[in-house]
């Protein structure tokens, strides 16, 4: 089973930046895919960033030129570098980590960590 442990959220101004951590815990996993998704008060929960081996992060319309995923493959870590923020980016962020282990694929998801952005 792989577990994850999000940090970094709390509030911010407009304007502001803040950054999210989530590290990826477990035994003879291989990671494929490590994303971060949101959720806002009344909203279904939307992709905001994801990085995929091998490939180019994708990113949201509306976070384009102010979020940068990262991620570091040696500490199973991924970073959301939030910058320019928005009220409008207050929501609960999630991260999500998929991949294979010995006894398949795997998707895991974080506890879930609040940003919220004042104006």
Request: charged share 15%; with cysteine.
């Amino acid at each position: 089973q792989v577990q994850l442990v999000e940090s970094g959220g709390g509030v911010a101004q407009a304007g502001g930046s803040l950054r999210l951590s989530c590290v990826a815990h477990g035994m003879s996993f291989t990671i494929n895919t490590m994303g971060w998704y949101r959720q806002a008060p009344g909203k279904q929960r939307e992709s905001v960033a994801v990085i995929s081996t091998g490939s180019s992060p994708k990113y949201a319309d509306s976070v384009k030129g102010r979020f940068t995923i990262s991620r570091d493959a040696p500490k199973q870590t991924v970073y959301l570098q939030m910058n320019s923020l928005k009220p409008e980016d207050t929501a609960v962020y999630y991260c999500n980590v998929k991949g294979d282990t010995e006894a398949g694929v795997f998707g895991s998801w974080g506890q879930g960590t609040q940003v919220t952005v004042s104006s």
